[in-house]
Antibody, heavy 117, light 111 residues
Framework: QVQLVQSGAEVKKPGASVKVSCRASGYSFNRYFIHWVRQAPGQGLEWMGWINPRGGTKSAQKFQGRLIMTRDTSITTAYMEMTWLTSDDTATYFC???????????WGQGTMVAVSS | QSALTQPPSASGSLGQSVTISCTGTRRDVGGYWYVSWYQQYPGKAPKIIIYDVTKRPSGVPDRFSGSKSGNTAFLTVSGLQAEDEADYYCKSYAGSDHPYVFGTGTKVSVL
């Protein structure tokens, strides 16, 4: 079935980077944009950016300069790397596929990233 | 880009209806017919329940309906059931420069 499977939880120190993977299966990887959304503990959802598996990315202004989105089409996997982590980056990070125009139809299970000294 | 405004909480009795608002601006909710709604249970990933303001994905009960008036979108849950108790988020497309913005979220309680 169509699904996105994310990598496991991470614990990082302030100033470090984290890279989260999102492996797609059950559909043609090049077909749908992949979005990254995060949710701090007890808080709401925040859109971070998208990657077009055929090429191209767009980040929310807040994350420009710190958010790096890449993909490896050979293994149908998208990656989200966040640099210069602070405690404010402690959150669950989700990937989501845009199977329907402008809608996030398919979601990964989420990856918890904790930033603590 | 500011988050869309939703009431923090809403509630209704079993079998009744509840309506959640999602207020933005003409640059997001008011400017596009790309409002979607997501249901999220604690510790789980969100699930889409409405897209393009009014459309339901396959498998979503017709108890869920969406609408829009001006800069405000609405989600109505009719015939509330216990499993509808969850957090609900709206999301709107907001143009190519600042593509997406989520709502602040509403916790729905079923009394």
């Amino acid at each position: 079935q169509v699904q996105l499977v994310q990598s496991g939880a991470e614990v990082k120190k302030p100033g470090a980077s984290v890279k989260v993977s999102c492996r797609a299966s059950g559909y043609s990887f090049n077909r749908y944009f992949i979005h990254w959304v995060r949710q701090a503990p007890g808080q709401g959802l925040e859109w971070m950016g998208w990657i077009n598996p055929r090429g191209g990315t767009k980040s929310a202004q807040k994350f420009q300069g710190r958010l790096i989105m890449t993909r490896d089409t050979s293994i149908t996997t998208a990656y989200m790397e966040m640099t210069w982590l602070t405690s404010d980056d402690t959150a669950t990070y989700f990937c989501a596929a845009e199977a329907t125009l402008k809608a996030f139809d398919i979601w990964g299970q989420g990856t918890m990233v904790a930033v603590s000294s | 880009q500011s988050a869309l405004t939703q009431p923090p909480s809403a509630s209704g009795s079993l079998g009744q209806s509840v309506t959640i608002s999602c207020t933005g601006t003409r640059r997001d909710v008011g400017g596009y017919w790309y409002v979607s709604w997501y249901q999220q249970y604690p510790g789980k990933a969100p699930k889409i329940i409405i897209y393009d303001v009014t459309k339901r994905p396959s498998g979503v009960p017709d108890r869920f309906s969406g609408s829009k008036s001006g800069n405000t979108a609405f989600l109505t849950v009719s015939g509330l059931q216990a499993e509808d108790e969850a957090d609900y988020y709206c999301k709107s497309y907001a143009g190519s420069d600042h593509p997406y913005v989520f709502g602040t979220g509403t916790k729905v309680s079923v009394l």
